[in-house]
């Protein structure tokens, strides 16, 4: 090791955005998915073990950005994120993400990655493991109410893990209806395009809604929800900003990621404090009921959590082993002698 | 603009420790520091605008991991900063860090950077500014206690900016400081390496302590520490690790960066929580008095906030504008219609 070229500790795997979607192909995207679904609900199971901060969230009238740690004791991880309803307007994103990893024992980070493209295949894959503990038996057709960047992702997860074969689309953007059907198109699902949320619930056992206005909107109203579906509810997933009228979710039995952070930015912040909900680890564990009978409904409140993203980043650092799909990042000074930092900057002056 | 190259918006300019080592020469090892503690004055000054969230931190028994994050309302940032004593018997840093810069109206990621160099830039260039505010007039030897990481930096930032001209070097391990002097040779200031923390406190107006045992510790007691001096006590800056004898604490004015994280971490964990402290942004603009007397013991009780990082990463930005000394990281997609994120994934595939 000479004194000007970094070691191998001083890299960190870089998963790109390009690298990310190269892998996605190489794995398949149902099968991601699955294997995504696989992580997440292994990291359900030993929910106990996870430290849960909340989410660091910085607000701003345009909108926020967040940091999203946890750990499971060995590994540490964190994703930042910003929401900004409004950037659609200027051709952005109004989810970008990117997350890392490091070994709890001394400090040093092991992944860093995209996760735009993986917070949109992470959220589906929990949804669809969701609805795998919790949609009515036989489930075979979901109504996509809200046909965003997550339409389609919900979609392909339902299929790959929640044996769902038809998804019917609604969006009140006739536009983005046609975007999704059309990249939906050719992969194995029977994709119907309706012009009303009400003709998409036709015949629908799960109920998915992703739709995007920061605000307290009513994309489903009481009457719309028959009895014994599932509702797969995205969209409301901060202060502010709800899909679903109260009356529904009085006539659900409500499933929560971790209830603290759920209250404040689900669906839920519409009910009391203390309106009963279910965690889902139990829910994966046994230790609480799911689906108890056909006609009840059953409501995912999903708001995304920081263990979920962890369980992604574990999976893809799992994935690019023995890869070309990451770059070794120089992101760490390493100098030989650790004492030695400054020795290191001084020896890198141009002769 | 194709449906698969990514625009500019997916790239976030990331600066390695290659590129930062490369600016730092480039600019010059002085005037960078001296730059540096141009913006942190800067941003000490503008102080009530900042969000000023406490650090996250993530404990275990090997050490930390702190994300730090603030905002100026038109730019965030944040630092991943680890901190893992033992780490140096392993060969490698104690303290990791690395920061990022975005722009609060979208969430988008505007800066990636190593930190470890820029930390190390930083915590000296901010000890060299308050050193400016509140050392003895006249003020030109330093006694520099701990010769480990730290020491040049904050050696060669005193030079720069608080018109040190002798330094005096003292660590329990003599290797280390024969490699602070060696490293500090031929830039210009007097280097004497000493036997003792006494000897090397002789004559020095400016005591600086920066030892790295996370533990209580008393590297100076205090009949070892006479009248008129300024202290810049950097190594006590996580809970449980202290080095000062609570003794020159009650004989001393105490300067911090903000109370309530001060309180915490730095030397004042061993007072009383009301023990009385002046915040340095106050210093600077005026609002609170600094050195009132010769006699005075002036004590900065450093354990870095997360404006200064702020303002590290900010130079830096301004600074590699026109440069060549960052690289183009592909961390966001960004399709052509942000809401056919999906639609990216798929055109990606192989042919």
Request: aromatic share 8%; glycine share 8%; charged share 20%.
């Amino acid at each position: 090791m000479s004194n000007l070229a970094p070691s191998d500790k001083a890299y960190v795997p870089f998963v790109s955005v390009d690298n990310m979607m190269k892998l996605v192909h190489h794995i398949g995207i149902e099968p991601m998915l699955a294997g995504l679904a696989d992580y997440i609900e292994e990291d359900f199971k030993r929910w106990e073990l996870f430290d849960k901060t909340p989410r660091v969230a910085s607000h701003s009238e345009e909108g926020v950005i967040e940091l999203m740690p946890t750990s499971d004791g060995e590994v540490y991880g964190f994703k930042y994120v910003n929401g900004h309803p409004k950037n659609t307007r200027e051709g952005l994103q109004t989810v970008t993400a990117f997350g890392l990893l490091a070994n709890v024992g001394n400090g040093y980070p092991v992944l860093l990655s995209e996760m735009t493209i993986l917070t949109a295949l992470r959220t589906a894959a929990t949804s669809a493991l969701v609805a795998k503990y919790l949609a009515p038996k036989g489930a075979d057709t979901m109504a996509m109410i809200g046909n965003g960047a997550q339409s389609e992702f919900q979609s392909l997860a339902m299929k790959a893990i929640a044996g769902i074969k038809t998804v019917r689309l609604f969006d009140i953007d006739k536009g983005a209806t046609r975007k999704a059907a059309k990249n939906l198109a050719g992969l194995g699902l029977n994709v119907v395009e309706c012009d009303s949320a009400e003709a998409a619930m036709e015949g629908a056992q799960i109920i998915t809604t992703c739709t995007a206005d920061k605000q307290y909107a009513t994309i489903l109203t009481d009457n719309m929800v028959g009895a014994g579906v599932h509702i797969n509810a995205i969209g409301g997933d901060c202060p502010g900003k709800t899909e679903l009228a109260p009356a529904i979710l009085e006539r659900s039995d409500i499933f929560v990621e971790f209830p603290p952070q759920t209250r404040i930015e689900g669906e839920i912040q519409q009910m009391a404090p203390d309106h009963p909900v279910t965690e889902l680890w139990q829910v994966m564990t046994g230790a609480a009921r799911g689906r108890t009978s056909d006609a009840q409904i059953t409501l995912f409140d999903s708001v995304g959590f920081a263990t979920e993203d962890f369980s992604a980043l574990r999976y893809v650092r799992a994935q690019i082993e023995g890869t070309d799909y990451f770059q070794d990042l120089d992101m760490l000074a390493d100098p030989d002698d650790p004492r030695d930092l400054f020795g290191m900057v001084r020896r890198a002056a141009p002769k």
